[in-house]
T-cell receptor, first 109, second 114 residues
Framework: QKEVEQNSGPLSVPEGAIASLNCTYSDRGSQSFFWYRQYSGKSPELIMFIYSNGDKEDGRFTAQLNKASQYVSLLIRDSQPSDSATYLCAVNGGNKLVFGAGTILRVKS | DAGITQSPRYKITETGRQVTLMCHQTWSHSYMFWYRQDLGHGLRLIYYSAAADITDKGEVPDGYVVSRSKTENFPLTLESATRSQTSVYFC?????????????FGPGTRLTVL
């Protein structure tokens, strides 16, 4: 069974700080990595995805992959209270995604 | 309505009853998925479909049945609901190759089994 592990949190950071979220995956052959954000009571929405060929930056968000150690991270710079949500990591497993349980992020103003 | 919709949004039923959750997407996406979300477990895949008339089991398929006679619809049926099936159910779709492209999620159905 392919697994994706995340620290459930909550991770608390002050407004303006960098939030660092991590997830580890078990399938060394995974090629695609996704970060979804989920607000309470809402459905997940994609914020970043990367392939195994490199990191990616998009505005305040940076996704980084460490293939040797099998973990992927999401950095959120200049964190805002509106970033407070659950962040789900997902890894491709054939024709489907395997999701982690999510990390709760709280940004305090 | 454009996008992916689910109905009903909320449902309360009793143990042993049959319940069908509906999912409809207007993008003509090939792949569709059903997940359940429970506290501490994240999203767990129940069933998925690569195209009309093609379905496959996910991580937690027991107690559920799916069908896909049309590309745009992917209903999920609980044949005899149990309390352990109380959960939030999300439907999702993606254009192709379900593991390498963004999945778009519906708004979810909150199901309570008494």
């Amino acid at each position: 069974q392919k697994e994706v592990e995340q620290n459930s949190g909550p991770l608390s950071v002050p407004e303006g700080a960098i939030a660092s979220l991590n997830c580890t995956y078990s399938d060394r052959g995974s090629q695609s990595f996704f970060w979804y954000r989920q607000y309470s009571g809402k459905s997940p929405e994609l914020i970043m995805f990367i392939y195994s060929n490199g990191d990616k930056e998009d505005g305040r968000f940076t996704a980084q992959l460490n293939k040797a150690s099998q973990y992927v991270s999401l950095l959120i710079r200049d964190s805002q209270p509106s970033d407070s949500a659950t962040y789900l990591c997902a890894v491709n497993g054939g024709n489907k995604l395997v999701f982690g349980a999510g990390t709760i992020l709280r940004v305090k103003s | 309505d454009a996008g992916i919709t689910q109905s009903p949004r909320y449902k309360i039923t009793e143990t042993g009853r049959q319940v069908t959750l509906m999912c409809h997407q207007t993008w003509s996406h090939s792949y569709m998925f059903w997940y359940r979300q429970d506290l501490g477990h994240g999203l767990r895949l129940i069933y998925y479909s690569a195209a009309a008339d093609i379905t496959d089991k996910g991580e937690v398929p027991d107690g559920y049945v799916v069908s896909r006679s049309k590309t745009e619809n992917f209903p999920l049926t609980l044949e005899s609901a149990t309390r352990s099936q109380t959960s939030v159910y999300f439907c999702a779709s993606t254009v192709t190759s379900g593991g390498n492209n963004e999945q778009f999620f519906g708004p979810g159905t909150r199901l309570t089994v008494l």
